[in-house]
């Protein structure tokens, strides 16, 4: 379906309708939810959809502050949606807990954020000093109150990410992109990515622990030069809860 909003993240929204179409029904909790739109597409797929926001925009949406602990039970969810909402909050790692624990072992979380890994981003930031999405007003905040959103205040990363929630016992099983940020600059992209590999696989095979698995620098740079890392606007990456893994409020 399309997503007509101006600000839908409609390539975000449409990978969460590919992982999640397929599937038999699941209990999912949106968050944020937005204007819904996405909430609807689920719902008609036959999924059971909790739909949760700062700024609820239905009567049916909870309002919820993601900088808090959310009011939601342990393991309550098959599927936890953070469609473009992580980049809000200023503790991440308290919201990549919560996420977790109130999804079922087993069971995963979607997250996607802008991008900063990507290569056009990474150029914004060597000439401007702020990310992509992320511009100098984050500098000179309107110190919003209490309840309120805070806009784009946290660039987080993939390798972030991964770390975050692979404290809490989740492990990332898909990595993908909304779309191609900026094709016209691939040759320049290239040779980019082409010394940049060099010089991670140098310091990754320095840094590795001889007892670690072999194959460990494989996996680093297929995953951190993979194209939706190198080239993606946002970055979408599907985690999976370890089915013997405990996450608790810290």
């Given at each position: 379906m399309p997503f007509t909003s101006r600000h839908s993240h409609e390539g975000a929204k449409r990978a969460v309708l590919n992982f999640a179409g397929a599937t038999t029904r699941r209990r999912i909790l949106d968050?944020?939810?937005g204007n819904g739109e996405l909430?609807?597409?689920?719902?008609?797929l036959g999924h059971a959809v909790v739909t949760a926001d700062i700024v609820p925009a239905r009567p049916e949406d909870l309002?919820?502050?993601?900088?808090r602990p959310l009011p939601f039970q342990d393991e309550e969810f098959d599927l936890t949606l953070c469609v473009e909402g992580i980049e809000h909050v200023l503790e991440t790692h308290a919201l990549v807990r919560e996420l977790t624990r109130i999804t079922r072992r087993g069971g995963h979380i979607l997250v996607?954020?802008?991008?900063v890994m990507g290569l056009y981003s990474r150029l914004q930031y060597l000439f401007t000093g702020f990310h992509f999405l992320f511009d100098f007003t984050m500098g000179v905040p309107d110190h919003p109150g209490e309840g309120q959103d805070r806009g784009h205040v946290t660039p987080v990363s993939y390798l972030q990410l991964r770390y975050l929630f692979g404290l809490e016992g989740a492990r990332p099983v898909e990595i993908t992109t909304d779309k191609f940020k900026r094709k016209a600059l691939l040759p320049l992209y290239f040779l980019i990515a082409a010394v940049g590999w060099l010089?991670?696989?140098?310091?990754?095979?320095?840094?590795?622990d001889p007892e670690d698995q072999p194959?460990?620098?494989?996996?680093m740079l297929a995953e951190i030069f993979s194209a939706p890392v190198l080239l993606g606007r946002s970055l979408i990456v599907?985690?999976?809860?370890?089915p013997g893994s405990a996450s608790a409020r810290g």
């Open positions: 968050m944020p939810s909430a609807d597409a689920l719902r008609a309002r919820v502050d993601m900088a996607s954020t802008p991008n010089w991670a696989r140098l310091l990754l095979r320095r840094a590795r194959g460990r620098t494989r996996t599907v985690f999976e809860r370890a």
